[in-house]
């Protein structure tokens, strides 16, 4: 779940900082690298969210049930649906925070465009 989430951030991350740097004609690697530098605190506070939300599943999920015990069970509650689709449901939320962040938070553009600025 963790391997997930990281990953979808690390997706979004570089789709959305390659379509702006396009905008801003700046080497794609120096703007990632741009982008992470000014964003790092999103993603440490994203990687604690989701490491307190993994500690706390615990107490909520049986993880002794296994994903082929899950499929073989006919009208799952919501509960077990979101266990046995684990990795994709983080990986969406992974996305979608990341994305936010993108959208809404613009620090890591603003960086961008003071580097284009810059150049």
Known sequence: MLGAFILAQLLITSIMV???QKEKDVPYLVALKTYLKAEIGYFIIGLIGILSVLFLLSDFI??????????????KSLKQNLQLYFKTASFVIGGFVQYIAFIYKKKGKAAIDKLADKI
């Open 62 to 75: 049986d993880l002794s049930v296994t994903k082929k015990d899950l499929q073989s069970i006919e009208g």
């Open 18 to 20: 390659y379509n702006y």
